[in-house]
């Protein structure tokens, strides 16, 4: 049974920052971060491969990394100078390979495994 679960979530003043964590049981080929605003479809936010390739949306581009601990099966997301619009529940997820197929990095349906999210509030 695969478990995600993240935490670091909370309350931050817009220009704050915060760090996210995902621990999971395993790592797969493919860990990323979503998030969903209230009244909004869920979006990808970051994510990393199996050979350290990471991506990123446009819009947390420059303040958003995502990283991985292998050992502590651990998947991270830094965020700095948070904007009121990155409110949102933010969600770990795990999937295969994305291979050539850029569109799979942020694709929802890539992904067999999610977590139960962590609450993001930028004020």
């Known amino acids: 049974h695969v478990q995600l679960v993240e935490s670091g979530g909370g309350s931050v003043r817009a220009g704050g920052s915060l760090t996210l964590y995902c621990a999971a049981s395993r790592f797969f080929a493919c860990m990323g971060w979503f998030r969903q605003a209230p009244g909004k479809e869920r979006e990808g936010v970051a994510a990393?491969?199996?050979?350290?390739?990471?991506m990123y949306a446009n819009s947390v581009k420059g303040r958003f990394t995502v990283s991985k601990d292998t050992a502590k099966t651990t998947l991270y997301l830094e965020m700095n100078n948070l904007r009121p619009r990155d409110t949102a529940i933010y969600y770990c997820a795990a999937g295969g390979s994305v291979g050539d197929n850029s569109y799979r990095w942020f694709w929802a349906r890539h992904y067999d495994h999610w977590g139960q999210g962590t609450q993001v509030t930028v004020s």
């Open positions: 990393i491969d199996t050979d350290g390739r990471s």
